[in-house]
């Protein structure tokens, strides 16, 4: 069994494609966010409500609740095949951390990851449009995208693993059947 990683800044789509490419594998993946997980572990203890509260841990905080996550997705992945839907660049009020450090990744391990991006101003309007709206520039969106790729060269290459890049500009479909296509 394996991991899949798909990653992309907020509001490029990920969750919306991972889940449709979730639907369409039939159960031969189980898709896991990183950031539900991280959350969950959170809310148990007593650090975070909603996912907007994340961004506002400590660094330590963040770090622990990554390596209980990265544990978790480590176990399924021995019995299943994961589509992991997770950031690479996470923004806390400190700054940018890695979504999986290296203490992380080793236990979690991809076998391929997935670039999912989009015009940054595709993202912008669809950031706004969100019900958890950001007030981030095209500019800023430049800067998390370029963080974003840097972030998985350097994982895939400690791995060896490969990086297929996919645009995911506005047919979610299409999107999604090229992951399952990649994907078998």
């Known amino acids: 069994m394996g991991v899949t990683?798909?990653?992309?800044?907020?509001?490029?789509?990920?969750?919306t494609v991972c889940e449709t490419t979730r639907r369409r594998l039939d159960g031969d993946y189980q898709?896991?966010?990183?950031?539900?997980v991280m959350l969950e572990q959170a809310a148990?203890?007593?650090?975070a409500e909603q996912r907007d509260d994340l961004p506002r841990l400590?660094?330590?905080?963040?770090r622990r609740l990554q390596r209980r996550a990265g544990e978790y997705v480590a176990d399924r992945s021995e019995v299943r095949d994961v589509l992991l839907n997770t950031y690479l660049a996470v923004e806390?009020?400190?700054?940018?951390?890695?979504?999986?450090?290296?203490d992380v990744f080793d236990g979690v391990a991809p076998e391929r990851f997935v670039l999912l991006e989009a015009a940054p101003e595709t993202i912008v309007r669809r950031r706004r449009?969100?019900?958890r709206p950001h007030d981030n520039t095209v500019r800023e969106v430049r800067f998390q995208q370029e963080l974003n790729r840097t972030a998985t060269v350097e994982l895939a290459?400690?791995?060896?693993?490969?990086?297929?890049h996919v645009e995911n500009e506005e047919a979610v479909d299409?999107?999604?059947a090229e992951l399952v296509a990649a994907l078998r």
Do not use: K
């Open 157 to 164: 290459a400690q791995t060896g693993a490969p990086v297929r």
């Open 174 to 176: 299409d999107v999604a």
């Open 5 to 15: 990683l798909v990653s992309g800044v907020p509001g490029v789509g990920a969750s």
């Open 129 to 131: 449009e969100s019900t």
């Open 44 to 47: 148990a203890r007593g650090l």
């Open 58 to 62: 400590t660094a330590r905080e963040t």
């Open 31 to 36: 898709l896991v966010n990183f950031r539900d």
């Open 92 to 102: 806390t009020e400190d700054g940018y951390l890695p979504g999986l450090a290296s």
